[in-house]
């Protein structure tokens, strides 16, 4: 099962929006509506941000927001703020009962 | 609120087995509700899924760790077990314990993680 593909590194300003995609298989993102995405702070544990595609868990931005066209994931961060910066992994169910993780990307906001 | 803590040896040497412990407080390990995974981090690296283990008994691994990586469940201690055999190198990494909740595919709780290295 291979890591599924997303962009190194995306910058943005504050204030504005900025999009993470995440390309899989039709073996795991494009399977089921079983994508998730986490927050990562230097030093830090991730944190589940998106879950199941667009749901966001308890205390979490509605800043943050998700969706899925065929075999790509997609995160988009809304008003980009200074504490946004961090690495953003996704995440992925598969057809074989296992999880795959992104290949993780890094938001520097400028 | 679930709280995971991760505890076991922060050096390994190189074709030794590598043993790791998970403890759950704020909930119990043998409910159904749950399934109990590890995730780990080479430094300045992506995260890797290494498996779960769901119902105490159930497991799923990594395919490219199958044969190396047991995760098994102490329902009396209220904890979860990582075993790795044959490490290398390429074994050291962060450990992090997480769980998942029934309803939601994806790793709500972790704990803060544990660095592991395989040096002699």
């Known amino acids: 099962q291979s890591a599924l593909t997303q962009p190194a590194s995306v910058s943005g300003s504050p204030g504005q929006s900025l999009t993470i995609s995440c390309t899989g298989t039709t073996s795991d993102i494009g399977a089921y509506n079983f994508v998730s995405w986490y927050q990562q702070h230097p030093g830090k544990a991730p944190k589940l941000i998106l879950y199941?595609?667009?749901n966001r868990p308890s205390g979490v931005s509605d800043r943050f927001s998700g969706s899925k066209s065929a075999n790509t994931a997609s995160l988009t961060i809304s008003g980009l703020q200074a504490e946004d910066e961090a690495d953003y992994f996704c995440?992925?169910?598969?057809?074989?009962?296992?999880?795959?993780f992104g290949t993780g990307t890094r938001v520097t906001v400028l | 609120q679930l709280q995971l803590q991760e505890s076991g040896s922060g050096l390994v040497k190189p074709s030794q087995t590598l043993s790791l412990n998970c403890g759950v407080s704020g909930g119990s390990i043998s409910n159904g509700d749950y399934s109990w995974s590890w995730i780990r981090q080479p430094p300045g690296k992506g995260l890797e899924w290494i498996g779960y283990?769901?119902?105490?008994?159930?497991?799923y691994y990594n395919p490219s760790l199958i044969g190396r990586v047991t995760i098994s469940v102490d329902m009396s201690r209220n904890q979860f077990s990582l075993k790795v055999t044959s490490v290398t190198a390429a074994d050291t990494a962060v450990y992090f314990c997480a769980s998942l909740v029934r309803g939601v595919v994806g790793f709500n709780n972790w704990g803060l993680g544990t660095l592991v290295t395989v040096s002699s």
């Open positions: 199941d595609v667009t």
């Open positions: 995440s992925s169910y598969t057809s074989t009962s296992i999880y795959v």
């Open positions: 283990i769901y119902q105490t008994t159930n497991t």
